[in-house]
């Protein structure tokens, strides 16, 4: 099964296509640019390059939340589009389930933080299974929260154990999670710290063999808080 895996849910513009054993391209894209100008450009030379089609592709994988809105949606409007037109179904795939993804086989606590605005940030808990190396070993251990970040830092030091940071929320608040004594961190290196369109395929052939796959009509997407259009709108009536 081949699969073409979007992420645009944060700054980074990822594509990929992934076979259940191996990444077979990537491009990974963060130069501010907007996403509604490189991804499908991005697609294009993907397959161009790998001597593809949209044909060949079997499944798209798509970041389905939270995170950016408008790039959230321009990599769902992109993937619905490619998959009505090939006639495959997409695998919705959690970002943040996503960004863990990027974190193999460590007894860390995994805390992928996804910077939100106005000091919050999105968030979950995971962990790695206990010799579980499969390479679908992640739990998750909680919800996914749009939360201040002191509760998140708070929330991982109750768990007494060491915490591998990552995500854009890193650049954003690693001098407030520094300051934190009561909580054993670590932060991810740059390669693993943003989001791969890569993890976003192989979590998607996870999802596919559970079934959990949907038709381009079906695909929906997630946010855990209103947009600022919609809370403005509420505050004025």
């Known amino acids: ?26 491009f990974h ?13 991005m697609i294009d030379q993907l397959l161009t390059m790998l001597d593809m089609d949209i044909s060949q592709i079997d499944l798209i994988g798509c970041a389905s939340g939270p995170g950016s809105f408008t790039g959230l949606r321009i990599g769902a409007a992109t993937a619905k589009a490619l998959a009505y037109a090939a006639d495959i179904p997409i695998a919705p795939v959690p970002t943040l389930d996503a960004l863990a993804y ?7 606590l995994i805390a992928p933080i996804m910077d939100a605005r106005r000091s919050q940030v999105y968030a979950a808990f995971y962990q790695w299974r206990t010799g579980d190396l499969d390479g679908f070993g992640l739990t998750r251990l909680t919800e996914y929260w749009a939360a201040d970040i002191a509760e998140i830092i708070q929330r991982a030091a109750a768990y007494k154990r060491s915490v591998i940071f990552l995500g854009d929320g890193v650049p954003v608040y690693q001098d407030v999670i520094r300051k934190a004594d009561n909580c054993r961190f670590a932060f991810a290196p740059a390669h693993l710290n943003w989001q ?12 596919a063999k559970e079934g959990r796959t949907v038709r381009s009509e079906h695909f929906t997407l997630f946010y855990l808080r209103q947009s600022q259009a919609e809370r403005e709108r509420a505050a004025h009536g």
């Open 1 to 26: 099964m081949k699969i073409l895996a979007i992420d645009t849910s944060g700054l980074p513009a990822s594509v990929s296509v992934v076979e259940e054993n191996r990444v077979i391209g990537e």
């Open 29 to 41: 894209v963060q130069n501010f640019q907007k996403h509604a100008r490189t991804l499908m450009p």
């Open 102 to 108: 990027n974190i193999f086989n460590t007894d860390s």
């Open 196 to 207: 791969r369109a890569a993890s976003v395929g192989s979590l998607g052939l996870r999802l």
